[in-house]
């Protein structure tokens, strides 16, 4: 795969691959038309490897293993009126070697 961005620059990505293993658990708790979930969970990244290049020199590639552990936390809406509308909001927090947070919004609508 290859960019070209407006600096003119040539960017190519070989290749990312990983091998993952998740292990927790997820509890929820409903309702009539509101759900809610809480998550736990331990990240081990095995082996990950990136490689890519901009103008053909090599980037260092960074290395992905490690161990991470993953909270989450959400709630799920299903309107009483429309049993096929489902709306979903969630948050879910990464620390250890992947940092960060993430929010999410899903909107499903079954035919």
Do not use: C
């Not at 290859?2 to 309702?31: K, Y």
């Not at 009539?32 to 331990?42: H, M």
């Not at 991470?68 to 809406?77: I, N």
């Amino acid at each position: 795969m290859a960019f070209l961005w407006q600096t003119g620059e040539i960017q190519r990505h070989r290749f990312a691959a990983r091998q993952t293993r998740r292990q927790g658990s997820r509890h929820d708790r409903r309702r009539k038309t509101l759900s809610a979930y809480a998550g736990v969970a331990y990240e081990h990244e095995f082996d990950g490897k990136a490689k890519a290049r901009i103008d053909g020199d090599k980037i260092e590639a960074p290395k992905l293993n490690g161990d991470s552990g993953v909270f989450e936390l959400g709630l799920t809406l299903n309107p009483a009126n429309n049993k096929r509308l489902t709306l979903d909001l969630g948050i879910q927090g990464n620390t250890g070697k992947r940092e960060g947070v993430t929010g999410s919004f899903r909107v499903n609508y079954r035919f």
